[in-house]
C-alpha cells in the first residue's frame, strides 16, 4: 500500500499513546455519529491503510453526497495496524473494503471474498534506483543486492517481472518503508516503492532516482479493487450495485477536483502527509486509473485469469480456480429513484441536449430535419425511462453547442468523449458506447504503430472533438488542420491537404463507407480511448445520477437493439471472378501438394507417435524412480526435503498453518535381529502402505531414513496433527503383521512457525519423538509437551517452543 516509513511510525506510536477516539474517529469526519436518515441503509468500507489520497472517491462519495442519493449511509474507517483488514470484511466487521491482486489468493483458498469493481487499472508498485547507480532497468539486478519484502505476496508483480525476464537479483528481506534511506547509502541497488509515495520523499531530498516499472515489461497488474464479501453480494446486490455506483461517480469528482479532495483529507481526515505530497500522490493516482483511458470500475476477466496464471505458475497458488463465484455481476433490477431525484424531475420536464448534427453513426441531423443515431436512441429511451423530454439543440454547429454548453445554456452533452478540459464543466456518465480512437489516412500509406510517425505531418481533427484537445495537449508539435465535420476532414485527408484524420473508428468507418472514400484506408491507433458517455451540467448533480441510474438498468437487449443497425458493416456481394481465379487456382496446386507430402508424412508421424509413448512412458518411471523409496514406494529423502521448502515457503507467502510429523518405529532393531531382515522389510512396506492410506490427499508422506517416516500436513494447526498421529499410532498398534509381530509407532509433532528455518523446525520435532521415546514409546508428543522438560539434563535443549 502506498504509505512512508515516517506516517506508519508516527501513526504506531499514536495507537499506544492515544485512545482510539482520538487517532480515527475524531480525525474523520466519515467516522462521526451519523446524522443521514434514519431510512438510509448503514454499510461500513474498511480502507486498507490511513487517510490519504489513495481513497479519495470513497470520501468525496461520502462528503457531495452519493452514497446518500443511493440510499446508503456509509462509515469509512482508516486501517487499524493490528488488524487484517480483508479478514475484517470476509468474517462481516465491515461490508466493502479495498485490497489489491491479493484478493486472488484468498479466493484460491475458498475464501467468500468477492472483487466489485478494479479502481487502479494499474498497480502503482514499482522498484526505485539512484540515478547515479546506473541501474536503468530490471536486467541491470542481476546478482545486485535489492531490498524486498519480507513476504513475497506483498510485491508479488514486482516478483513476477524480474521471473519473466529471468533476473535473480540478491533480495535482503526487510520490513520495506522503515529505512528507506539505506538505497541512498549504497546499501542496496533497488528498493520496492508506491509511485505515489518514496518516489516524492527522495525527490524532496533532492535525490535523483530512476524508476523501474513492471509493466514496462508485460507484468499489468490491477492495483486497488473494492470488494466485499459472499454475503453481502449473495443477500444485497442491488445495495452493492449501489455503492459500486456511488462509488465510481465519487471517483470521477475526486480527480475533477483534487485540491478540494486533498484539503478535506489534510484538514478534515488529519492525514499526517503535507498538503504538496498529497497532490503529487493524486497526480499519481489519477495516472494508475487511468479514466481517459478506460472507465473507471471496468473489469476485464481476461486480466484477472491472467494474474491467476502468472499466481500459478509462481507458486503462490497451488492450482486454478474457478473466477465465477468471486466477481460480482450486476443484476438488472428496477430502477429506484430517490425523493430528490424525483422532485427534480418534476420540476425539470424539458433538458436541452448539446447535439453534434453531422457524427454518423453517433447522432446527426438527417436530410428531412430529424434527429438521429445511436444517441438519439438512447435518448428516447431516457425520456420513456424517466418522463424527461430531451430536447436537441440541432440548429446548432458543434462549436456553438460546445460554447452554450460552457455557458450554461444547454444542460447536458448526448454523446461526448471525457477530456479534461471538459470535466472543468460537466460530469461524465458511464460510457454506453466503447471505441479506440483511430487514423485515417490514404491507401498507399504504411501501418502507422507510433504517433512519433506523424510528427510535423498535418492532421485534419473536427475542431472542438476530444481528438482536438488531445493531439493539442499532448502532441503540440503536430500541425492542426480544423474542421467543421467528420466528411471535411476526410475530404481533406482524400485530396492531400492533410497527411491524416483522427476520430473513433466507428465514425471514421460509416463515413468512408457512405461516401465511398475508396482511396481510404484506417492506418493506426491512437493512444487515447473515444469511448462515448453523456455528460450533465456540474450545477445539476440530480440528472446526472438520475441519468447513471437508468443507464446502468439498461438490458443488454436494449443495448444491441439501439447499437447495432448503425454498426453494421455492408459488404460487396459481386462475385469478381479473375480475383477468385487469382485466389482458386494457387490455392489447388497448394492443396495437390499438401494431400501427397501428407500421405507420406502420416506414416512418418505414425512411427514418431510410437516412439513418443515409449519416451514419454520411460520418462514417466525414470521420474518415480527419482522421487520414491525403491523398498516402500512411499517418497524418498529427496523429495521430502524439497516438500518441506516448497511448504515452508507456501506458509510464509499465505500465512497458513504447517505441522510435521515425525514417526520411528519402536524397537524395530529387535524385528531384523529376531525374525531376520526379510520379515522386516515386509513390516516396513506395509507400515507405509496402512499410513499411505490413511492419511489425507493434502498430505505428503515419505521415508525419512531406515526406520524413520514423516507426514507433512498443509494447513494443519498444531492439535489437528496430534489428532491425526494418534489416528495412525492405534491403528499400526491393531495392525496384523507376518510371524505375530507387534508393532508400535513413536511420534514428534510440530508447528511450523513463520520465516523459521526449516533445520530448526525439524530439530524440534526430533527432539519431541526423542521425549516420545524417552517416556516409553508407543505415544505422540507434541513439542509443547517439551516446556515441561527442557530443564531435565537429560534432554536436549529446546531452541523454539510452539
Not at 239 to 257: C, D, K, T
Not at 450 to 468: C, F, L, W
Amino acid at each position: 500500500m502506498a504509505n512512508s516509513a515516517l506516517l506508519k511510525f508516527l501513526m504506531v506510536t499514536l495507537l499506544f499513546i492515544q485512545t482510539a477516539m482520538a487517532i480515527a474517529p475524531s480525525a474523520s469526519a466519515s467516522e462521526k455519529p451519523s446524522t443521514e436518515s434514519p431510512s438510509l441503509e448503514h454499510v461500513t468500507l474498511q480502507l486498507k491503510w490511513l487517510h490519504q489520497f489513495q481513497f479519495a472517491g470513497y470520501y468525496a462519495a461520502k462528503m457531495k453526497g452519493y452514497y446518500a442519493d443511493e440510499g446508503l449511509d456509509v462509515t469509512i474507517k482508516p486501517r487499524d495496524t493490528f488488524k487484517n483488514n480483508i479478514r475484517q470484511v470476509l468474517d462481516g466487521e465491515a461490508q466493502y473494503g479495498i485490497a489489491d491482486s491479493i484478493l486472488l489468493l484468498y479466493q484460491a483458498r475458498n475464501e467468500p471474498a468477492v472483487i466489485v469493481a478494479p479502481i487502479f487499472q494499474h498497480s502503482p508498485q514499482v522498484f526505485i534506483t539512484l540515478e547515479s547507480s546506473g541501474i536503468n532497468s530490471p536486467y541491470d539486478l542481476q546478482d545486485k543486492d535489492v531490498a524486498f519484502y519480507q513476504k513475497d505476496t506483498d510485491g508479488f508483480s514486482l516478483l513476477a517481472m524480474l521471473e519473466q525476464i529471468g533476473v535473480k537479483p540478491k533480495f535482503n528481506r526487510v520490513k520495506i518503508g522503515s529505512d528507506l534511506d539505506m538505497l541512498a547509502r549504497g546499501e542496496v541497488g533497488a528498493y520496492p516503492a508506491y509511485l505515489s509515495n518514496e518516489p516524492f520523499l527522495l525527490q524532496q531530498q533532492g535525490i535523483d532516482i530512476n524508476i523501474i516499472r513492471p509493466m514496462n515489461y508485460g507484468i499489468d497488474f490491477y492495483g486497488d479493487m473494492l470488494f466485499t464479501n459472499q454475503t453481502e453480494a449473495t443477500e444485497h446486490p442491488d445495495r452493492v450495485e449501489r455503492f459500486r455506483r456511488a462509488s465510481i461517480r465519487g471517483w470521477q469528482y475526486a480527480l475533477q477536483h483534487k485540491r478540494e479532495l486533498v484539503e478535506y483529507i489534510k484538514h478534515t481526515l488529519g492525514s499526517n502527509k503535507s498538503l504538496e505530497h498529497l497532490l503529487f500522490e493524486a497526480e499519481v493516482i489519477e495516472r494508475v486509473i487511468s479514466p481517459q483511458l478506460i472507465p473507471i470500475g471496468q473489469l476485464d476477466e481476461g486480466r484477472l485469469q491472467y494474474m491467476q496464471n502468472l499466481f500459478v505458475k509462481h507458486g503462490l497458488i497451488d492450482k486454478k480456480f474457478s473466477l465465477r463465484e468471486g466477481i460480482y455481476r450486476p443484476e438488472k433490477l428496477q430502477i429506484t429513484y430517490s425523493q430528490k431525484e424525483l422532485e427534480w424531475m418534476r420540476e425539470h420536464p424539458v433538458v436541452k441536449v448539446a447535439v453534434d448534427k453531422a457524427w454518423e453513426p453517433i447522432e446527426f441531423v438527417d436530410d428531412k430535419g430529424k434527429f438521429t443515431g445511436i444517441a438519439a436512441g438512447y435518448l428516447n429511451y431516457l425520456s420513456q425511462k424517466t418522463g424527461i423530454h430531451f430536447q436537441p439543440a440541432q440548429e446548432l454547429e458543434w462549436s456553438e453547442a460546445v460554447m452554450q454548453m460552457k455557458n450554461g445554456q444547454l444542460d447536458m452533452y448526448s454523446a461526448v468523449v471525457n477530456t479534461q478540459e471538459r470535466r472543468d464543466y460537466v460530469n461524465f456518465t458511464q460510457a454506453y458506447l466503447k471505441f479506440p480512437m483511430v487514423i485515417a489516412t490514404q491507401r498507399d500509406e504504411a501501418f502507422i504503430s507510433d504517433m512519433a510517425q506523424i510528427k510535423y505531418q498535418p492532421v485534419a481533427v473536427v475542431e472542438d472533438y476530444a481528438s482536438h484537445e488531445n493531439l493539442r495537449k499532448f502532441y503540440p508539435d503536430i500541425p492542426l488542420v480544423l474542421v467543421q465535420t467528420v466528411l471535411e476532414g476526410l475530404e481533406a485527408v482524400s485530396q492531400g491537404k492533410a497527411y491524416a484524420y483522427i476520430d473513433n473508428i466507428a465514425v471514421i468507418s460509416h463515413t468512408i463507407k457512405q461516401e465511398n472514400f475508396s482511396n481510404l484506408q484506417i492506418s493506426g491507433e491512437t493512444p487515447f480511448r473515444a469511448d462515448i458517455t453523456m455528460a450533465v451540467r456540474k450545477d445539476w448533480p440530480e440528472l446526472h445520477s438520475i441519468l447513471e441510474k437508468t443507464l446502468s438498468g439498461m438490458d443488454e437487449n436494449t443495448k444491441n437493439r439501439l447499437t447495432h443497425p448503425w454498426l453494421q458493416v455492408a459488404y460487396k456481394t459481386e462475385v469478381e471472378w479473375k480475383t477468385l481465379a487469382a485466389i482458386l487456382v494457387p490455392m489447388a496446386l497448394i492443396l495437390l501438394i499438401t494431400t501427397l507430402y501428407n500421405r507420406r508424412l502420416s506414416q512418418l508421424n505414425k512411427n514418431l507417435t510410437q516412439t513418443q509413448i515409449q519416451l514419454t512412458e520411460s520418462n514417466h518411471k525414470l521420474e518415480n524412480l527419482s522421487v520414491t523409496d525403491h523398498l516402500t514406494g512411499v517418497y524418498n529423502r529427496s523429495y521430502i526435503d524439497q516438500t518441506l521448502i516448497r511448504e515452508s515457503k507456501r506458509a510464509n507467502r499465505n500465512e497458513t498453518t504447517l505441522s510435521m510429523i515425525l514417526i520411528d518405529l519402536d524397537d524395530f532393531k529387535q524385528v531384523n535381529d529376531i525374525y531376520g531382515h526379510l520379515s522386516g522389510d515386509q513390516v516396513l512396506c506395509q507400515t507405509s502402505n496402512w499410513i499411505q492410506s490413511h492419511i489425507r490427499e493434502t498430505d505428503t508422506f515419505g521415508r525419512w531414513g531406515g526406520e524413520e517416516f514423516i507426514v507433512i500436513c498443509p494447513d494443519t494447526e498444531l492439535d489437528q496433527a496430534v489428532g491425526l498421529g494418534e489416528k495412525l499410532r492405534q491403528g499400526i498398534e491393531e495392525q496384523k503383521f507376518p510371524d505375530g509381530i507387534k508393532l508400535t509407532l513413536s511420534m514428534g509433532v510440530s508447528q511450523y512457525l513463520i520465516d523459521e528455518a526449516i533445520n530448526k523446525w525439524i530439530s524440534r520435532t526430533d527432539q519431541s519423538l526423542y521425549l516420545a521415546k524417552h517416556q516409553g514409546k508407543n505415544q505422540v508428543v507434541s513439542c509443547r509437551d517439551l516446556i515441561q522438560d527442557r530443564d531435565s539434563s537429560s534432554f536436549p535443549p529446546v531452541d523454539l517452543i510452539q
